[in-house]
């Protein structure tokens, strides 16, 4: 009775723990999926602007700055952009290069949010199993 009393007091303990590393992992996730949503929000805010850019010419446009803060702007006449390339990098493109840039780093973004997603799901479906797990647990032992 009492190795039992142990053994049960033990998968009580190991439900705990992985409970709390799944809990965890899943705020990690929640932060992860937080930012690269903020990432991918910019990037197709850089898409439209690029998509518009004939349409800025000689106009003035607001330009987000950082910050919340923005920017008043006169484009005389887009004919190139800076594109970050990764590892600290911007190359000059023309427009449509550098939208096409954009437009790959976007769709990469979306799909690491899908597997981020997923993942999200999975844990979520474990922390509910532990749960009942424990709380079944809970019951026998009253």
Not at 28 to 54: C, H, P, W
Not at 92 to 120: C, G, H
């Amino acid at each position: 009775m009492a190795t039992e009393k142990a053994s049960d007091d033990k998968a009580y303990a190991q439900l705990r723990y992985m409970q709390n590393v799944y809990s965890q992992h899943h705020e990690l996730i929640e932060e992860q999926i937080a930012t690269y949503s903020l990432s991918l929000d910019s990037m197709r805010k850089g898409v439209q602007f690029l998509n518009d850019s004939k349409q800025a010419d000689k106009k003035k446009t607001l330009i987000s700055i950082g910050g919340g803060a923005y920017v008043e702007a006169l484009f005389p006449d887009i004919r190139s952009a800076l594109v970050y390339v990764g590892a600290g990098y911007l190359v000059e493109r023309s427009v449509a290069e550098a939208k096409a840039i954009v437009e790959d780093n976007k769709n990469k973004q979306e799909e690491m949010l899908k597997k981020l997603d997923a993942e999200r799901r999975k844990l979520q479906s474990e922390l509910i199993s532990i749960s009942y797990r424990i709380e079944t647990m809970q019951q026998q032992q009253v």
